[in-house]
Each structure stands twice: as C-alpha cells, then as structure tokens.
C-alpha cells in the first residue's frame, strides 16, 4: 500500500516555537531545540517513506527550504485555523496522492523506521493507528479515508485527546490499531529523558548552559 508521512513543523522562530520550553531554554535555546528535533524526525524517516514536511505559518522561513534540498522532500503549508483542521486538511490532501497517510509531529525523538513499518502494516488491516503518548494524547495517526468526526471539537492540548479520539471511534464503529506508546519533547521535565538517548546529550547540555 502507497502510504505518505507527513511531519507537522512550526517554522523554528524565537518566542514562537517549543513555547513551553522557555523556562528552561530561553526562546533562542528552545527554538534551537525545535530544529534539532525536526532534523532527527526527517533522518528516523529516511528511506522509509516518501516525506511531506507541513509547514507552520507557511513555507517562507529559510529552515524549511534547507530542510527540502537536505532531505529531498516537498513542502507543503499547513491550513485552517486550529490544530484539528490543519490535521484534517494535510491528511485529505496527502490521500488524494497516497492510498494511506501517517501524520506525525517533529518532537518525537523515540520514533523510528521501526515504528513507522508498524504503522504502515497496520493501516494495511484498520482503518486508523494511534500513537499513544504519556500525555494524554496522541504523537502519530494514519488514516486511509479522512473523516470530520475524527477532528472536530478534539480537547486539543490537554490530556483528553487520545480519550476523546477512542471515543470518537468507537462511536463510529471504527476498527484502529494503537502502537507502543511514546513520549514527545514539551516541557522542561522532558529534557533529562531526552539527554539519555543517544547523541541527545550534548545537544541538551549546550543549549542549558
């Protein structure tokens, strides 16, 4: 089956981007960190899967056009006005090429080429998979038809995503798969565990200096 990745990123501007980081980055550091965690999503997916990264504002920011030569992907601007309908639009468009799609974030460094294959094989039998992650939420979802229901009135940033997101399915009679779960960069208490991957720690000790 012809599945897509997307990578939902924000354009890496201070004050902007990796927000709750800054108690403990400054905006500089926590921007910084936001570009070390889309390089190393790019790299996980390398090879796999072809690669659309979505861009937040929009595609201008010089990272971005960076990022296409680096990695031979295409870029693509994210639309709507909130997190859910930027989802749904990315996701529609993307199966208009692709008979499966898979969005996923850029600050889920434990994701890996692994993962991905999982993911691919289990759209290949259910309909959704779910990468649950320790927040309440979700960090990946691939889909092989995009519905409303799946995106509207979801308590986007809070704990209840995933919750809401089963709930949803269920309702709907949907069969989904649901990966091993992950965890993803937010928040200061996130960076000791990101230091004990690999190669991570130097990059976390240079931007707490």
Same mark, same amino acid.
């Given at each position: 089956?012809?599945?897509?990745?997307?990578?939902? &990123?924000? *354009?890496?501007? &201070?004050? #902007? #981007?990796?927000?709750?980081?800054?108690?403990?980055?400054?905006? *500089?550091?926590?921007?910084?960190? @936001?570009? $070390? +965690?889309v390089e190393h999503?790019? %790299?996980?997916?390398?090879?796999?899967?072809?690669?659309?990264?979505?861009?937040a504002p929009d595609?201008? @920011?010089?990272?971005?056009?960076?990022?296409?030569?680096?990695?031979?992907? =295409?870029? $693509?601007?994210?639309?709507?006005?909130?997190?859910?309908? /930027?989802? @749904?639009? #990315?996701?529609?468009? &993307?199966?208009?090429?692709?008979?499966? *799609? +898979?969005?996923?974030?850029?600050?889920?460094?434990?994701?890996?080429?692994?993962? +991905?294959?999982? *993911?691919?094989?289990?759209?290949? $039998?259910?309909?959704?998979?779910?990468?649950?992650?320790?927040?309440?939420?979700?960090?990946?979802?691939?889909?092989?038809?995009?519905?409303?229901?799946?995106?509207?009135?979801?308590?986007?940033?809070?704990?209840?995503?995933?919750?809401?997101?089963?709930? /949803?399915?269920? /309702? $709907?009679?949907? @069969?989904? =798969?649901?990966?091993?779960? &992950?965890?993803?960069?937010?928040?200061?208490?996130?960076?000791?565990?990101?230091?004990?991957?690999?190669?991570?720690? %130097?990059?976390?000790?240079?931007? +707490?200096?």
């Open positions: 089956m012809d599945t897509r990745l997307l990578v939902f &990123a924000r *354009a890496p501007v &201070a004050g #902007a #981007a990796k927000t709750r980081l800054i108690p403990a980055l400054g905006s *500089a550091g926590a921007a910084a960190l @936001h570009r $070390h +965690l999503q790019l %790299r996980q997916a390398a090879g796999t899967l072809t690669v659309e990264l979505w861009c595609t201008s @920011h010089p990272f971005f056009s960076t990022l296409a030569q680096r990695h031979d992907i =295409t870029l $693509h601007r994210q639309c709507g006005d909130g997190l859910g309908e /930027r989802m @749904h639009h #990315a996701l529609g468009d &993307a199966l208009q090429r692709s008979d499966g *799609a +898979l969005l996923i974030g850029s600050d889920l460094p434990t994701i890996d080429q692994t993962l +991905l294959t999982m *993911a691919c094989r289990a759209l290949q $039998h259910d309909a959704v998979v779910l990468l649950p992650t320790d927040d309440g939420g979700y960090g990946l979802i691939g889909v092989r038809r995009v519905d409303d229901w799946l995106f509207e009135d979801i308590p986007w940033g809070t704990d209840q995503v995933l919750a809401a997101t089963r709930a /949803r399915l269920q /309702r $709907h009679g949907v @069969h989904w =798969t649901e990966l091993p779960p &992950a965890w993803d960069v937010d928040r200061p208490e996130d960076l000791p565990r990101l230091r004990q991957l690999p190669g991570w720690d %130097r990059i976390v000790d240079e931007l +707490l200096k």
